[in-house]
């Protein structure tokens, strides 16, 4: 599913936002360091005055003006850092300033050779608008790692859920450095959609892209496209996004109507994420005997080889609240 071009238009606009919102910081900042250190503005202006002068004695045909003028601006450029920390400001405090330090604000990161790809920041705007994450944020506000309670929990509940949490910590803070799946399974209203929410709002704030899927909805959204031969692009896009996003949730597995179809998509897009290694988080209020006998043996095989198995019982908690509240 492209972006259409409001959609491109709008992410743009945010990023030259951005780049202004920080020149005027930096703006800001540079007044502030000419007016109480004086002979740090002179030092600026005799930069410009220095290169002109060697340039023309380059063009003139002196060889060694440009090693002057490097050798001339390395010692500018120590006395300005001699003079910052000497007022009390950091080195790089009149550094430029970006948001993203990767893309330096474009979205987009240039390799060597001179091509351009989408920067992460803007592969996580992108996900927010196509798939309307929004309801992430607002669910994350709410059910997060702060806000995490173990008062419904006793005895060998209380350790399969203290257990689990460990596990979901962990998987946030190795998440770029340790490829993993989480498989939350057990009664229903025990906590596996909650620390699912956990995890997308820890790792949303890092930057990381996420996609946040009902069953239903993303098997809905895979049959809409796939059985439109209008929908080509859009289901290849569409693929290709779940395919690659750096986290994929897929809530409630089993509240679906499962037939073929839905048990072929599934397996080719645990297949594909984990052949890439993109990791994905599974809940289900299904056991595993039911799991294996709904989605095939292949698809049950995939989840108990590739993925952290957390089984979570308990009191219904959401029951739980209402009577309660």
Do not use: W
């Amino acid at each position: 599913m492209p972006l259409s071009n409001t959609q491109y238009d709008a992410i743009i606009k945010k990023y030259e936002d951005t780049q202004s919102r920080n020149r005027y910081l930096l703006d800001k900042r540079m007044t502030e360091v000419y007016h109480r250190i004086p002979e740090y503005e002179e030092l600026d202006r005799s930069v410009g005055r220095l290169s002109v002068t060697q340039a023309r004695l380059a063009l003139d045909g002196d060889p060694d003006a440009i090693q002057r003028l490097r050798s001339s601006l390395a010692d500018l450029s120590a006395r300005k850092k001699e003079l910052l920390a000497g007022a009390g400001y950091p080195a790089d405090y009149l550094d430029p300033i970006y948001t993203c330090a990767l893309c330096q604000d474009t979205g987009y990161i240039t390799s060597p050779r001179g091509t351009k790809t989408k920067c992460r920041c803007f592969q996580q705007q992108e996900v927010a608008l196509l798939y309307e994450q929004s309801n992430i944020r607002e669910m994350v506000k709410r059910e997060n790692f702060s806000t995490l309670s173990y008062e419904y929990y006793q005895g060998e509940d209380l350790d399969r859920f203290t257990k689990c949490v460990k596990i979901c910590q962990n998987f946030v803070q190795n998440f770029e450095q340790d490829y993993r799946n989480l498989f939350f399974y057990g009664t229903v209203g025990t906590g596996k959609s909650f620390l699912s929410g956990c995890i997308a709002g820890e790792l949303l704030e890092k930057g990381q892209a996420v996609i946040y899927f009902s069953a239903t909805g993303l098997f809905d959204s895979l049959a809409r496209y796939s059985f439109d031969a209008k929908a080509k692009d859009a289901l290849y896009s569409f693929c290709k996004d779940l395919y690659d996003c750096d986290l994929l949730i897929i809530d409630d597995l089993g509240t679906e109507v499962t037939n073929s179809f839905v048990a072929s998509q599934l397996f080719s897009l645990l297949n594909e994420r984990h052949l890439r290694r993109k990791a994905t988080i599974i809940s289900t209020n299904l056991s595993l005997e039911e799991l294996r006998d709904r989605y095939s043996d292949r698809v049950f095989s995939r989840i108990i080889s590739n993925y952290t198995v957390c089984k979570l019982t308990g009191p219904d908690i959401r029951m739980y609240k209402k009577r309660n509240n």
